[in-house]
DNA sequence: GAGGCGTGGAC
DNA sequence: TGTCCAAGCCT
């Protein structure tokens, strides 16, 4: 263990005081309630929080419990999840609500195992969930706890949450006053204090305490992550109008954007020509070249092109009244694809 | 364990 | 302008 008792005694004091007087005013800090705290965690999940504060509130109105999106389709989760990304997280919440109805009697439970069980659900969520809604002594790690506690302790060891973190988690935790306000205390400062780039090491109530402060090392600490090459892709999608209407078609149940609609569109790992492209697609008229445009994801570089087609109302696509186009759940790459159109 | 899985803000 | 980053999870 890192620190002698008296020295854990005064950090969790200190950040619990700090975050008494320092929250931010976050929609979910009025009421919080299990469930409200669920769907913020997924939602929160490698997404910044000040993203989150926007969309919550929506979330919450149009599914105020786990019942209401148990017994409702996917398609309006993903309708409110648009633009969020890693839509796999809406699809697991809306798992999870039906295993709560189910399995819970549409409850969130409070102990890490039964939350682990939930899909969407790892260590990090269940701790939030159980600390945060529950106030149980069990610990978090998220990239900004890590980071707060590899500087208190000039650890210049490992670039992301590490079996050591996740011990000096514990190790804080468990003799807290209240998990609630350590836990969720110690990420607001790692958020908004002991930031990444410039840490406000000036207004920071563990500067005392802190080894990296001590030895000046806390802009390297922790060291920043080794990310993958992107790989160089291309998309083809054609805007095919017919009186009014767009023709989509919805992604398949896996992979990237899943369960999202697209306007007819070929992936590919190699360059098509408007031919290649007409014929994939079974369309019969010639594709009039609209624009192009590049569109970065965590690990791709997805080259689009985007074309117009004129074409009778074809049964195999879902056609849709271009002024109902927002409740379409959409990718940001679609909604630039469909921008594309609009100037053309 | 390494890669798939998004997006937009900050600098 | 390009690079880094974010209240991670799953396979």
């Known amino acids: 263990m890192a620190f002698e008792q008296e020295e854990i005694l005064q950090i969790t004091s200190k950040i619990e005081s700090w975050f008494t007087k320092s929250a931010r005013d976050f929609p979910w800090r009025n009421d919080d309630f299990p469930w409200g ?3 913020c965690e997924f939602m929160a999940q490698q997404t910044q929080i000040d993203r989150v504060a926007q969309r919550w509130p929506i979330m919450l109105q149009r599914f ?4 209401s999106m148990a017994i409702s389709d996917e398609q309006g989760v ?6 969020l990304g890693y839509y796999r997280r809406a699809k697991n919440l809306k798992k999870t609500a039906e295993v709560l109805e189910s399995e819970f009697g549409g409850e969130v439970p409070s102990d890490i195992e039964s939350l682990l069980q939930l899909p969407g659900v790892g260590k990090y969520t269940a701790g939030a969930i159980a600390s945060i809604a529950f106030e149980k002594h069990a610990p978090i790690v998220d990239a900004n706890v890590h980071r707060v506690l590899c500087r208190l ?3 210049a060891g490992e670039s992301t949450p590490s079996t050591w973190t996740w011990q000096i988690s514990e190790s804080l935790v468990t003799s807290c006053n209240s998990p609630r306000l350590f836990n969720e205390g110690l990420m607001e400062l790692g958020a908004t204090v002991c930031t990444s780039r410039s840490p406000s090491c000036d207004d920071c109530p563990l500067q005392s305490c802190c080894s990296a402060y001590k030895e000046n090392t806390q802009r390297d600490i922790p060291p920043s992550k080794k990310r993958a090459m992107k790989k160089c892709v291309y998309h083809y999608s054609v805007v095919v109008e017919h ?3 767009l023709a989509f078609e919805q992604r398949k149940d896996s992979g990237l954007w899943a369960g999202m609609w697209q306007v007819p569109t070929i992936d590919s790992d190699i360059k098509l020509t408007e031919a290649q492209v007409r014929k994939k697609l079974h369309l019969k008229n010639k594709l009039v070249s609209i624009g192009e445009f590049e569109h970065v994801l965590s ?7 985007v074309f117009s087609c004129k074409l009778a109302r074809e049964r195999r696509f879902f056609w849709v009244k271009q002024d109902l186009l927002h409740e379409l759940p959409l990718a940001s790459a679609q909604r630039k694809v469909l921008a594309v159109h609009c100037i053309a």
């Open 37 to 39: 705290r669920l769907v």
């Open 64 to 67: 105020p419990d786990a019942k």
């Open 78 to 83: 993903l309708e409110l999840w648009q633009g």
């Open 153 to 155: 302790c000039n650890h």
């Open 243 to 245: 009186e009014g209407e």
């Open 299 to 305: 690990h791709r570089i997805i080259s689009f092109s």
